[in-house]
Antibody, heavy 125, light 108 residues
Framework: QVQLVESGGGLVKPGGSLRLSCAAS????????MSWIRQAPGKGLEWVSY????????NYADSVKGRFTISRDNAKNSLYLQMNSLRAEDTAVYYCARGDPGIAVAGDAKGFDYWGQGTLVTVSS | SYELTQPPSVSVSPGQTARITCSGD??????AYWYQQKPGQAPVLVIYKDSERPSGIPERFSGSSSGTTVTLTISGVQAEDEADYYCQSADSSGTHVVFGGGTKLTVL
């Protein structure tokens, strides 16, 4: 069965850095777009970033562009999010999700069909 | 930046039909998706490509599209359907992903 397990969250001071990981299993990881989506406490969902199956394409929300970097290691079935210059407003549960949300060229556009359970990132002094 | 607009809340009695709308200028050219999120849980995809239903999602969930508005319809609402629902699409360039603000469905 498909499993996505995030790790790496925690408490970090403003201006600090954190690296999130998402371990994937139960499917051919290298076939899929992957994304990070976050949810601030009591708020709605916010897309953060996606990466194509071969890492050729990446994109970021304006709110994180220049501070966050998405990457993947298909040999390790793993997705990453390097977060630098963290701000209080980055405090959220961060989910990794599988699939093409309608942005992939010649993709299947089947949406975010599997999500991890999330990892909490708290940015506070 | 591009936005999708949803009503903050919708209330229905059990057995009735709930309709949740999502509006956005690029919806005529971009697919829409719907996600259900219950408290303390990760979101679940309930509709993709405007009106397709993933396997395992009950038939009472359906989606439709008309111009700049897409609608999630839940027929014969059950207590277990009480949740937050989010629409999602892409901007007009098809490069950025956008979520609506979410709609809290209350089953009275």
């Amino acid at each position: 069965q498909v499993q996505l397990v995030e790790s790496g969250g925690g408490l970090v001071k403003p201006g600090g850095s954190l690296r999130l990981s998402c371990a994937a299993s139960g499917f051919t990881f290298s076939d899929y777009y992957m994304s990070w989506i976050r949810q601030a406490p009591g708020k709605g969902l916010e897309w953060v970033s996606y990466i194509s199956s071969s890492s050729s394409y990446t994109n970021y929300a304006d709110s994180v562009k220049g501070r966050f970097t998405i990457s993947r290691d298909n040999a390790k079935n793993s997705l990453y999010l390097q977060m630098n210059s963290l701000r209080a407003e980055d405090t959220a549960v961060y989910y990794c999700a599988r699939g093409d949300p309608g942005i992939a060229v010649a993709g299947d556009a089947k949406g975010f069909d599997y999500w991890g359970q999330g990892t909490l990132v708290t940015v506070s002094s | 930046s591009y936005e999708l607009t949803q009503p903050p809340s919708v209330s229905v009695s059990p057995g009735q039909t709930a309709r949740i709308t999502c509006s956005g200028d690029a919806l005529p050219k971009q697919y829409a998706y719907w996600y259900q999120q219950k408290p303390g849980q990760a979101p679940v995809l309930v509709i993709y490509k405007d009106s397709e239903r993933p396997s395992g999602i009950p038939e009472r969930f359906s989606g439709s599209s008309s111009g700049t508005t897409v609608t999630l319809t839940i027929s014969g609402v059950q207590a277990e359907d009480e949740a937050d629902y989010y629409c999602q699409s892409a901007d007009s360039s098809g490069t950025h992903v956008v979520f609506g603000g979410g709609t809290k469905l209350t089953v009275l």
